[in-house]
DNA sequence: ATGGCATGACAATCATGA
């Protein structure tokens, strides 16, 4: 029984809908993990999605953030424990979503960005790090198979970021948000890109500006983590670049993972 | 050079992203 999972910044579902239709219907994925859905829930797509095959659980909030899990119908079991945002840290913005598919615990997050080193955004962002990795200790003391995708706003190694020099120190790629990256690794997670051999350059974010997609100018900072059990059976991890072609793109591609 | 581009709220610019 395989099953396939995938995780995308939409940047706004309002705009991006027909890319992540166009998407669906080329890929099949069965569980789709979407970011920045910037959407009120009275105002989410789910019948469109239903339309396309999908069941959606989501939360989202006006202007910023949003999260939602979409799940193929045809291939998926009913979700179940659905948590929003994370009960050990008071959050107005909504930022994560969590449900349980057949033994399989599945967390979405659209970590914070930080704005800057040494912000009040960036300690929120290392707050909030701090809370996830709690709650997720005792969520992988619950669930031998336990997913964490999303969009990390880390860059966890030099090889993920276009210009290490340049980025040095830099928000997204600092050492504490690093070592942040680490201590989920620590929980026992494992980043199922890095378990199969890739291309040179592999990102998955490119600024709107500066022709930064063209010239591969990029950062690896949206992942898919897998507690051991499902690392074994992880048999790829990819990068879809095609939708960050389009015309008025998401600046985020989706990365694709496949268990066996 | 804190810009460059994109999105949303709002009605001309501004907050935010990464």
């Known amino acids: 029984m395989t099953l396939s999972v995938a995780t995308w910044n939409v940047n706004s579902l309002k705009v991006r809908l027909p890319h992540l239709l166009d998407w669906l219907r080329q890929h099949a994925t069965d569980v789709v993990c979407l970011q920045e859905t910037k959407l009120t829930d009275d105002k989410f797509p789910a019948e469109e999605l239903q339309a396309a095959g999908y069941r959606s659980v989501f939360a989202g909030q006006k202007t910023y953030n949003g999260v939602a899990i979409l799940l193929r119908e045809a291939s998926t079991a009913v979700p179940a424990e659905v948590q929003v945002n994370l009960p050990n840290f008071a959050d107005e913005q909504k ?3 969590a449900l349980t598919l057949d033994g399989l615990r599945i967390v979405n997050g659209y970590f914070p960005n930080g704005q800057a080193v040494g912000s009040e955004k960036f300690g929120y962002k290392l707050q909030w790090l701090a809370a996830l990795t709690d709650w997720l200790r005792g969520e992988m003391a619950r669930h031998e198979q336990v997913l964490l995708a999303g969009d990390f706003n880390i860059a966890p190694e030099p090889r993920d970021v276009h210009d290490p020099a340049l980025w040095d120190g830099q928000v997204l790629f600092s050492e504490p948000e690093r070592a942040a990256f680490r201590a989920l690794l620590d929980l026992g997670l494992q980043d199922s890109f890095r378990l199969f051999e890739q291309p040179e350059r592999s990102y998955t974010w490119w600024d709107y500006r500066n022709l ?19 690392a074994a059976r992880c048999a790829s991890c990819t990068i879809d670049v095609e939708p960050r072609r389009r015309e008025q793109p998401s600046d985020h591609a989706p990365v694709l993972a496949t268990l066996a």
């Open 95 to 97: 930022r994560l979503i």
């Open 212 to 230: 930064a997609f063209r010239r591969k100018m990029g950062l690896r900072i949206d992942h898919i983590l897998l507690s051991a059990p499902l």
